[in-house]
């Protein structure tokens, strides 16, 4: 029973890397630059160093919510702290957006699902899954 909510958060984290990753596609795409060459134009107007420093970060969190994804649907322990630690620094990378001045759209809509993703994460259903079957004999 449990192992199919820690299924469905495994797709969810793989929903949340899809959607992180095609945010850094799409910031790369307002570059206006073909993503391949290997020329390299030191001269970037601030916009452009400003698009290539939020990519950056959401490419590395889309990497790991991967990890994390597939750690979940393999049932690994180690699964759930990778997704917290991605569900913190997304959280701490938006935050980190929004009060630089600049408050990108896609800031709050990636706020509310890493929220509601810890709250899923930290749910009863997931600590189950993850409790060695040692502890549950012990209660008292």
């Given amino acids: 029973m449990h192992t199919g909510v820690v299924r469905i958060i495994g797709v969810l984290l793989l929903l949340q890397a899809a959607g992180l990753i095609s945010i850094s596609v799409f910031n790369v795409s307002r570059l206006g630059v073909a993503p391949m060459t290997l020329t390299f134009n030191l001269s970037l ?8 420093l939020t990519t950056t970060p959401l ?12 750690s979940f649907l393999l049932l690994r322990r180690i699964g759930w702290l990778l997704a917290m630690s991605v569900q913190g620094l997304t959280l701490y990378f938006c935050l980190h957006l929004y009060f630089l ?3 990108p759209d896609f800031v709050y809509p990636i706020m509310l699902y890493s929220i509601l993703m810890v709250l899923y994460l930290n749910s009863f259903d997931v600590q189950m899954a993850f409790r060695a079957p040692s502890e549950g004999n012990n209660r008292r």
């Fill in 59 to 70: 490419v590395v969190l889309g990497i790991l919510a991967i990890v994390a994804g597939i």
């Fill in 101 to 103: 001045g600049r408050k």
């Fill in 45 to 52: 107007s601030p916009d452009e160093v400003y698009l290539v």
